[in-house]
């Protein structure tokens, strides 16, 4: 797969502090890049360094091989993006706020009424954007950056302030993109949740660092299975099988243990057995994202 958007040693210092310091950011073809951190890890400001929007201190990105300094247009020619808050003309209808966007992007009719009807938006295209609610005026700027069709989306929170309902329908229509229509999609969020379900691709960045990148398949991996054992007597069992060489901890109502294999959990039940000790129920548990993450960003030790 090609590379889409890479970016080298790529770095924005507002005075003396770096806001972004030097991301190596490789998007392939027909990803759905998930680019996840905390508020003002410093998202918004590459997304803006990779189309231009600001400029970079070091550093350098190139799009569709392209070097975006040398070649501004062309690489904007091929992208939509939506960037913080959507712009629109309240006082002119959605259909009317999309005509402006066709202009500038020389696109025919049938792009408007396409892109109106993908983000659901075709039955209210004559009612005033300023009238639209939070999820509508997120829609039309989702239906404004796909326009011109382009071939990389770039997405900036798209789901923020939406409801769950919305939420799930901006969801399943970027995760259609790139195989309806080829698009390769980098979006921004600072919730985990969204990521694990949207995307194919992570990189989590944390103080203008990027902490990890890889296909979700990758950040899954790092998640080790721990055994969690569910006795009449948890307290009991966990004093038990210390005394018996074994280390599990103490886990809401249940005893966990690190990298314990099939033999090994038979032999803890065996004994949890002989001991007169109920076994309830004998689960795995995959560490989920979220304590990835935290372990990443360096805010959690335990478990
Ligand atoms: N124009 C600016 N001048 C000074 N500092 C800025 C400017 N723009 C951004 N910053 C700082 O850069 C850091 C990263 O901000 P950025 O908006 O990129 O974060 P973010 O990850 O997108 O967060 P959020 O989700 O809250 O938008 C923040 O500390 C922010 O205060």
Redesign the pocket.
Known sequence: MSEVISTSKLSKR?GSTY?VQDMNLTVREGDIYGFL?P????????LKMILGLAKPTEGKVKVFGKDFAEERRQILDQTGSLIESPSYYGHLTGLENMRVVQRLRRVPDNNVTEALKIVRLDKHKDKKAGQYSLGMKQRLGIAMALVSWPKLLVLD?PTNGLDPAGIGEIRELIKSLPERFGMTVLL?S?LLAEIEQIATSVGI?HQGKLLFQGSMEELQRRSYPMIMIKTADNSRAQRFLAAEGYSPQLFEDRIAFAGLGDEEAAAVNRRLVAANIDVLRIEEHKKNLEHIFLELTGKERSL
């Open positions: 507002y806001s951190g508020n003002g890890a410093g998202k918004s400001t590459t929170e921004s600072h960045i």
